[in-house]
């Protein structure tokens, strides 16, 4: 086939263009959270005195660093869905999460007397945390994939890792609803082990499902 | 200033593409291909790959800016989508043929500017590929493309309707891109 006849044969499919991949990813992440809200809502639940939760900060909290989370790797993957090179600025909002939780967990050390750090960092549920945040991440991360396969990353893996970290956003915003830890030492140390296992199944994924 | 204006014709011409005018398309895509075959070329010699399939990563490339059109940002202008996806491409060819090279981001900078017309003895491999597309679709890609007929020709030759054409023509097309992918691996 020469160059010229391929031409003909791509301007005949003209009109099956897809819909924008930023549409496109904005449906997978609503798709994705909704579905997760539903898992959340039937197996899991808030916690039983989420109306006073509701008002301290230390509760509250938690809800800014994951929806910073999720709104700095939503930002930096609808860029690293599209061909070319890594946009700078979104690539260092990434820190904004952890320069908060970073923050948070340096008033915690000055607040709390440090005979209760052990009891603080421990928690009640590290294990359902470990357990809840991939679980609750599972079908945006699915969805988002499976979307970013019709992009162009021209980083996989990257693009992989950061979807990971868009999903971890949606599941760990849910499950700070029913999780009863509010120290910075427990969401350090377990949201913060529970995202990474998102990151790096999705960095994994990225790497061999995402090329072109 | 000319690279200027030239670079927004072809942003306008994809617009107009993505739109669905077909005569515009083919104009972008015959535009953008003399510049690809040049730059591609350029980044063989770069890597001490020997040139004989040039004509084979520009038909890929051309084949990832379709299928990848949905990308591109219509607000920005469109020559460094497809510098960004021809330097993807080429990279990803020579890694292939066993080079593994960093490609200079200025082989794609003025490549736009260039003008190289295909090389008869280039293409055995893209006949190839067409080759091993199955049945139906191999017949219309081959129909549309070699033959030169319409997809209304085609509808009427195999008596299938046109919507059926059109959709294993664009399957066509994607089979083509993942056998590129997988060829010399």
């Keep these: 086939m020469k160059t010229d006849e391929l031409i003909a044969a791509l301007a005949a499919d003209t009109k099956t263009v897809s819909r924008p991949i930023d549409r496109q990813l904005w449906i997978a992440i609503a798709g994705g959270a909704i579905v997760a809200t539903l898992i959340f809502l039937l197996g899991v639940g808030p916690r039983p005195d989420i109306a006073a939760a509701l008002e301290t900060p230390r509760f509250l909290y938690k809800y800014l660093l994951t929806l910073t989370l999720f709104a700095s790797a939503v930002g930096l993957m609808l860029h690293l869905a599209r061909p070319g090179a890594v946009p700078a600025g979104w690539l260092a909002g990434l820190a904004i999460p952890p320069v908060l939780l970073i923050a948070s967990v340096i008033a915690e050390i000055l607040l709390v007397p440090s005979s209760a750090w052990s009891m603080s960092l421990m928690g009640k549920n590290a294990v359902v945390c470990l357990v809840l945040i991939p679980l609750l991440s599972a079908a945006p991360l699915a969805a988002v994939m499976w979307t970013l396969r019709d992009g162009a990353p021209t980083h996989p893996m990257l693009a992989g890792a950061v979807a990971g970290l868009a999903a971890a956003g949606i599941g760990a915003t849910l499950y700070a609803t029913h999780c009863q830890d509010d120290s910075p030492f427990f969401v350090a140390a377990w949201y913060g082990l529970a995202i990474m296992i998102v990151t790096v199944v999705g960095a994994f994924l990225g790497a061999r499902l995402l090329r072109w | ?185």
């Design chain 2, 1 to 185: 200033m000319a690279q200027v204006t030239r670079e927004e014709e072809w942003s306008a011409l994809m617009r107009a593409a993505i739109d669905g005018d077909e005569a515009a398309y083919r104009q972008l895509l015959e535009s953008l291909s003399h510049g690809l075959r040049a730059a591609t070329r350029r980044g063989f010699v770069q890597a001490g790959a020997a040139p004989n399939d040039v004509e084979d990563v520009v038909q890929e490339t051309l084949l990832a800016l379709h299928l990848k059109r949905h990308t591109w940002d219509s607000s920005q202008l469109l020559g460094p989508w497809v510098r960004a996806i021809a330097r993807h491409k080429l990279i990803d060819a020579l890694r292939r043929r066993g080079r593994r090279i960093e490609v200079p981001i200025d082989t794609m900078l003025d490549f736009l500017a260039a003008e190289e017309t295909a090389d008869d003895l280039d293409r055995q491999d893209a006949a190839r590929l067409v080759k091993e597309l199955r049945g139906r679709q191999q017949v219309i890609v081959r129909a549309i493309s070699i033959e030169g007929k319409s997809i209304r020709e085609v509808a009427e030759n195999l008596e299938m309707n046109e919507g059926a054409v059109r959709v294993a023509l664009h399957r066509g097309l994607k089979t083509l891109a993942a056998m590129h992918r997988k060829d010399h691996e």
